[in-house]
């Protein structure tokens, strides 16, 4: 028997399209509603095999579900949340998939009438969108973190868990402000910058970037809306790592200027240390 | 009959070893010299049939030479065409693949006595470093930059060009200013900034770095002594480079700081244009 009955996912998109190939292919959902503005766009992704059922309105979709997944951007995800808590059952459980949490969780603070939230943040992606480039196995292997308050009941935070799972995932736990600070850094941070290494580059000067430049503004090629969404839901502890990233800069001036080697080759090298460790060399 | 008859590579790694075998492989030199520090490196390359004999002393090798292309760590390679100048004929041709020119070429400055030097900067490459690494085709419709100074006799520029269209590059020219300004910008800035990124995350964040984080750092995992020489090198130029991207970093601290959609969106989009443009989006 499926894991669960009845599946409702607002927002099919790159991440909403996975997760609903991955239930299928798992054979984990008996039913999976898929809800979006685009009813044409909804009903290319029924023909596709992703969902079962479409709808323009969250509330008749989200009517007898047992699972509630928020696919949308950041600023969208409490009001689509609240929305559909309204025709929800008490045992109903929400998750998202948004890239900030602290100002989701405070959105929905006292406001959930029926049913539990538990904030989820695949660390999945790519830069390409839409439910046509969706992957079953997009969550496989992958870290999904998630944000429990402190008065989330236990059988909620386990049922979430059990969900990311079920999809491949290996999952952690963080509290919502430890998110946003974590994910402002490893990020947030890094698509600032490569933006910005970006709209530095003279346009005449485009055709010298080597593969260098091209592998550190790539991601400044993403969707300039949902960006500015996450970096202004996030601000407070992005601002922290910009200010932290320009204090590095610093040092390189300093070091530039005054033609220290032994600082360039430190600065280098810790440079160097953090990235090998990251991919295990 | 081959195009050269004696060519000698001093630096048989990456770039080195690339030539030499792209030169094989189109049957373009008669007899290849590499030229390194270690003997036993050599013969490998030797053995791989990348070079056809072996030096440790650039002198003797460049003896009856045709041409002469420095692949040695750009602080190095000005001695090292001077080296094998001292034993070259005046029609051999002198170049290199270095990263930075105007240093090079300064201190070249009215010292050839036998000879022609032309600055060249193949735009390939990669992050492996060696000969084992080499691939006859690195440089196939690949940009080389080559810098000629005002009183290079024009034989040699046209000889230089000759070259790399032969190994499938094309070729373009810019005086050594404005090469060593355009790739602070393309190349040296994107390195700092790839490297101080990686070094502002803390190592416990490590685990929850996705693939922006990932492509942006990529390059911080070069080699730091080449890295180190060549900002050096290039110092003033990546100084300049580093205070105009410190003044975008800046305007999105005040358009954060105030939360002002319409300057994220706005920055957002400068990024993503210059970004979509270079990869011809």
Chains 1, 2 share one sequence.
């Not at 600023?75 to 109903?92: E, F, M, N, V, Y």
Request: proline letters at 4%.
């Amino acid at each position: 028997m499926p894991q669960w009955n009845r599946v409702v996912i607002i927002g099919v998109g790159l991440l909403g399209g996975s997760i609903a190939l991955a239930l299928k292919q798992r054979g984990l959902a008996t039913c999976i509603a898929g809800v979006g503005r685009n009813a044409q766009r909804l009903q290319q992704a029924q023909t596709a095999g992703l969902i079962d059922e479409t709808y323009t309105d969250i509330e008749p979709a989200a009517l007898d579900a047992d699972l509630v997944i928020a696919c949308t951007p950041v600023q969208q995800i409490a009001a689509d949340i609240l929305s559909a808590t309204r025709w929800a059952k008490s045992s109903t459980l929400f998750t998202d998939v948004g890239s900030t949490k602290a100002a989701i969780i405070s959105e929905l603070q006292g406001k959930i009438s029926r049913g539990t939230f538990v904030g989820s943040h695949p660390l999945a992606g790519s830069e390409k969108s839409g439910f046509e480039n969706a992957r079953a196995d997009l969550f496989e292997n992958r870290l999904t973190l998630i944000t429990p308050s402190e008065n989330t009941p236990n059988q909620a935070v386990e049922q979430t868990k059990a969900f990311w799972n079920s999809l491949g995932a290996q999952v952690r736990e963080m509290s919502p402000p430890q998110h946003d600070a974590v994910l402002a850094v490893t990020s947030h941070l890094p698509h600032l910058v490569a933006s910005a290494l970006a709209a530095n580059t003279p346009q005449d000067h485009l055709d010298f970037v080597a593969a260098g430049w091209r592998d550190c503004t790539r991601i400044a090629a993403g969707d300039v809306e949902l960006w500015c969404q996450i970096l202004r839901e996030n601000r407070r502890p992005v601002l922290q790592a910009v200010e932290n990233f320009a204090k590095v800069l610093q040092s390189w001036q300093t070091a530039l200027e005054n033609d220290q080697p032994e600082q360039i080759l430190s600065l280098l090298e810790s440079g160097k240390q953090i990235r090998d460790q990251a991919v295990g060399n």
